[in-house]
């Protein structure tokens, strides 16, 4: 099965704990991207990815850090100096030429 | 700065009444634009895209949206609305310079039986 796949669905941390999440694609696609997602709140970046190696900054990259050393994977760390991390993660990654962006089934983190 | 609209929070439709959820757009070129849907604790499905081409794209699951450059819209439509359809539906615009897609706030459809 082609896909992008995030584990695990479920997460919880006590506050003060780094914690990674997973993101794996097997689609061959350049670019990556992780979106945090609230209530009401639509999709925001946090990070994104355009090839191997580099990655840019968000709108709300900040208590977040990714690395890219892989072109099918691109982990997200939710660190401690993020202020409010309960929320449902989302990664997504899209090819050059189409653009569209396809989507893991998304990871819950609940901080508490 | 390149932004989408969706001006409505909630849609509620009739099944087999027909469908809109609207979608505007700021662009500084051409616009690439999207809609995705979302069920429930999932990710976002890609449903259509306009890149270039005639006004009127279609998709999937009966899904089609219409371009219009005047007025900077592009609406996602369907004939007749199924219960099924009931989610959450993004638009999104594919930002030119930095390769990134700026999604709306999102749409809730309820379709009633």
């Known amino acids: 099965d082609g896909g992008i796949t995030q584990s695990p669905k479920y997460l919880f941390r006590k506050e003060g704990q780094n914690v990674t999440l997973s993101c794996e694609q097997n689609?061959?696609?350049?670019?990556m991207y992780w979106y945090r997602q609230d209530p009401g709140q639509g999709l925001r970046l946090i990070y994104y990815s355009q090839i191997v190696n580099d990655f840019q900054k968000g709108d709300i990259a900040e208590g977040y850090s990714v690395s890219r050393e892989k072109k099918e994977s691109f982990p997200l760390t939710v660190t401690s100096a993020q202020k409010n991390p309960t929320a449902f993660y989302l990664c997504?990654?899209?090819?050059?030429?189409?653009?569209?962006?396809?989507f893991g089934p998304g990871t819950r983190l609940t901080v508490t | 700065a390149q932004s989408v609209a969706q001006p409505e929070d909630q849609v509620n439709v009739a099944e087999g009444n027909p469908l809109t959820v609207k979608c505007t757009y700021s662009?500084?070129?051409?616009?690439?634009l999207f809609w995705y849907v979302q069920y429930p604790n999932r990710g976002l499905q890609f449903l259509l895209k306009?890149?270039?081409?005639?006004?009127l794209v279609k998709g999937s699951y009966g899904f089609e949206a219409e371009f219009n450059k005047s007025q900077t819209s592009f609406h996602l439509k369907k004939p007749s609305a199924l219960v099924s359809d009931s989610a959450l539906y993004f638009c999104a615009v594919r930002d030119i310079t930095w390769g990134k897609i700026i999604f709306g706030k999102g749409t809730r459809l309820h379709i009633l039986p």
């Open positions: 662009v500084s070129g051409n616009p690439y």
């Open positions: 997504a990654s899209s090819s050059n030429q189409g653009y569209e962006q396809y």
């Open positions: 689609l061959n696609h350049d670019a």
């Open positions: 306009y890149i270039t081409g005639d006004n």
